[in-house]
C-alpha cells in the first residue's frame, strides 16, 4: 500500500471512528442521565429521527442506523483494502461505487416518497454497502495514481541515465 493510501485510508478511519466514538458517547451520556438535548450536536449529519435510530443502553443514538451503517462501512472498507491485496490490485471503478450505493439510493427515496417504510436492518446494510464502496473506490484511486507517478517517476530517471554522457 502507498504511503498516500495509508494516509488517506488513516484519515478516513481516524473520522468514521471520531463520529462513531462521539455519537456512542453522546447516547451513553444521555442515557446516565445527561440532557437529551446532546442530540442536537448530530442534527449537521443526520436528522436523527429516534425511530430510525439504533438503541443503546435503552436510549435511541443521535444519528439514525443509516448514517451509523455509512461511518461503519467507512471503517470496514479502509480495513478490507488494507489486509485484502487483490483490492488494491485495481481500483474499484466509479461504476463499482455507483453500483454499491445503488442499494442505499433506492431504500432512501423509496421511503422519502411515501412509497413504503424501511427496517433499520436494511438501512444498515444499504449504509454498510455504501461507506464501504466510497473507502475501497477513494483508497484505490489514490493508490492507482500514486503507483502512475511512482511509474513515471522511474521512467525520467532511467531516461535521464541512457541520455547522460
Request: charged letters at 15%; hydrophobic letters at 55%; aromatic letters at 10%.
Amino acid at each position: 500500500m502507498t504511503r498516500e493510501a495509508k494516509f488517506v485510508g488513516g484519515a478516513l478511519g481516524a473520522v468514521a471512528v471520531a463520529i462513531l466514538g462521539a455519537v456512542t458517547a453522546s447516547t451513553w451520556a444521555v442515557a446516565a442521565g445527561a440532557s437529551p438535548k446532546l442530540r442536537i450536536l448530530f442534527r449537521v449529519m443526520c436528522h436523527g429521527l429516534e425511530s430510525r435510530c439504533l438503541i443503546l443502553w435503552d436510549t435511541p443514538m443521535p444519528i439514525c442506523s443509516r448514517c451509523f451503517a455509512i461511518y461503519a462501512g467507512l471503517l470496514v472498507g479502509v480495513a478490507a483494502f488494507a489486509f485484502l491485496a487483490f483490492l488494491r490490485a485495481k481500483p474499484l471503478p466509479l461504476s463499482g461505487l455507483i453500483a454499491l450505493s445503488v442499494p442505499l439510493m433506492i431504500d432512501g427515496f423509496s421511503q422519502a416518497f411515501g412509497l413504503r417504510e424501511s427496517v433499520n436492518e436494511l438501512r444498515i446494510f444499504t449504509g454498510v454497502l455504501a461507506g464501504s464502496g466510497f473507502a475501497l473506490w477513494c483508497l484505490g484511486v489514490i493508490e492507482s495514481n500514486a503507483r502512475e507517478r511512482l511509474h513515471i517517476v522511474r521512467f525520467e530517471a532511467l531516461t535521464r541515465e541512457r541520455i547522460a554522457p
